[in-house]
């Protein structure tokens, strides 16, 4: 038997799980957007934060300090 509190949870982690789908959809749109192609790395870290083990704000700062690294060295 499903309870309110099983449906508020269900719908919790459906909304988490929708933003997290929308976020990745966005940040794919803006490398398109600037004719850039997202390397494996990155594709793997986008699945990793649909699938909720990884927070976009952790991918960003890795692949700010690798690609802006890369340019300054």
């Known amino acids: 038997m499903h309870t309110d509190y099983d449906k508020d949870l269900s719908m919790k982690t459906i909304s988490k799980q929708e933003v997290r789908r929308k976020v990745v959809g966005n940040v794919l ?6 004719k850039l192609q997202p390397s494996a790395e990155v594709v793997r870290g986008l699945n ?3 699938a ?3 927070t976009t704000a952790n991918l ?4 700010m300090k690798r690609h802006v690294s890369l340019r300054r060295g």
């Open 29 to 34: 749109a803006s490398m398109r957007i600037e």
């Open 48 to 50: 990793a934060c649909m």
């Open 52 to 54: 909720g083990q990884e």
């Open 60 to 63: 960003h700062q890795q692949v």
